[in-house]
């Protein structure tokens, strides 16, 4: 891994005993090219039979940087003080927060579901109004140098992101616990192993996303592949077609033909 890679993980189908059990493959990949880094993107997929954190530990053992990934708790071991060779820097990915607020702003899905189009919550359309003009910064600085990225956040998308949070959290006040916002709420701006700081590292390094979304493609293809195959045979399939998907994938973001 890089100084600053992104982590992603997907469900597949292991052949067991009696049936099949979820197992898991996991991907890790580099990709400088939104900040005008000089390495070639890269991804590489691991198997293994469950979500244990035990996985991403082994995965990256010996490795310390800046990782792009959800709230999933199996990472949380990385970021440890007395980790060694010393604690990896977590950035979370703002994707995943929006898309909270957006199901209960979602008018159109409202709709197809039969449900009134008025039926959305207000404070749940305003949030995603504001992660918006967020994205849409990210939007003009991507592919841009991380000195000019930073210069921009720090300009432009701090303001924003310091008067969402602040809004953010009046909001909360007035909401009980189990109101579905509060908890879109509780999941962008609770304390908890730092996640705030996570969601807001962009704003201090001009290298990281916003998003995870580099590692989300990189696993896309295998939510197709799940439509066209039953499942891993054994555990030593599943490190097969891992080793076959490093393959493909990183050839494929390096625009070469894998097929050919």
Same mark, same amino acid.
């Given at each position: 891994?890089?100084?600053?890679?992104?982590?992603?993980?997907?469900?597949?189908?292991?052949?067991?005993?009696?049936?099949?059990?979820?197992?898991?493959?996991?991907?890790?990949? %580099?990709?400088?090219?939104?900040? /005008?880094? #000089?390495?070639?993107? +890269? &991804?590489?997929?691991?198997? *293994? !039979?469950?979500?244990?954190?035990?996985?991403?530990?082994?995965?990256?053992?010996?490795?310390?940087?800046?990782?792009?990934?959800?709230?999933?708790?199996?990472?949380?071991?990385?970021?440890?003080?007395?980790?060694?060779?010393?604690?990896?820097?977590?950035?979370?990915?703002?994707?995943?927060?929006?898309?909270?607020?957006?199901?209960?702003?979602?008018?159109?899905?409202?709709?197809?579901?039969?449900?009134?189009?008025?039926?959305?919550?207000?404070?749940?359309?305003?949030?995603?109004?504001?992660?918006?003009?967020?994205?849409?910064?990210? %939007?003009?600085?991507?592919?841009? /140098?991380? #000195?000019?990225?930073? +210069? &921009?956040?720090?300009?432009? *998308? !701090?303001?924003?992101?310091?008067?969402?949070?602040?809004?953010?959290?009046?909001?909360?006040?007035?909401?009980?616990?189990?109101?579905?916002?509060?908890?879109?709420?509780?999941?962008?701006?609770?304390?908890?192993?730092?996640?705030?700081?996570?969601?807001?590292?962009?704003?201090?390094?001009?290298?990281?996303?916003?998003?995870?979304?580099?590692?989300?493609?990189?696993?896309?293809?295998?939510?197709?592949?799940?439509?066209?195959?039953?499942?891993?045979?054994?555990?030593?399939?599943?490190?097969?077609?891992?080793?076959?998907?490093?393959?493909?994938?990183?050839?494929?973001?390096?625009?070469?033909?894998?097929? +050919?």
């Amino acid at each position: 891994m890089p100084e600053k890679g992104a982590v992603d993980d997907t469900t597949v189908p292991l052949l067991a005993r009696g049936g099949s059990k979820t197992a898991r493959l996991w991907t890790y990949v %580099r990709d400088d090219r939104p900040f /005008d880094g #000089g390495a070639p993107p +890269a &991804a590489f997929f691991k198997f *293994s !039979r469950d979500r244990q954190m035990i996985h991403p530990n082994n995965h990256l053992t010996g490795w310390q940087g800046i990782l792009q990934s959800d709230v999933y708790g199996g990472y949380n071991d990385l970021y440890l003080s007395d980790r060694s060779p010393g604690p990896v820097r977590s950035a979370l990915c703002w994707s995943h927060a929006r898309r909270k607020f957006f199901e209960l702003a979602d008018i159109a899905g409202n709709v197809r579901d039969g449900k009134p189009a008025h039926d959305i919550s207000p404070i749940a359309l305003e949030a995603v109004k504001r992660i918006d003009a967020i994205f849409d910064i990210e %939007r003009e600085i991507n592919g841009k /140098d991380a #000195g000019t990225r930073l +210069a &921009a956040r720090q300009e432009r *998308s !701090r303001p924003l992101v310091e008067g969402l949070r602040s809004w953010l959290i009046g909001e909360r006040g007035k909401l009980s616990k189990h109101n579905g916002v509060a908890k879109a709420i509780d999941y962008f701006t609770t304390p908890k192993h730092g996640r705030w700081a996570a969601f807001t590292a962009f704003l201090d390094d001009g290298r990281i996303c916003l998003t995870n979304n580099a590692a989300d493609r990189a696993i896309r293809g295998i939510a197709l592949g799940r439509k066209s195959w039953l499942f891993a045979g054994s555990e030593r399939g599943g490190d097969r077609a891992a080793f076959m998907y490093t393959l493909i994938v990183t050839a494929t973001m390096n625009d070469v033909d894998p097929q +050919a």
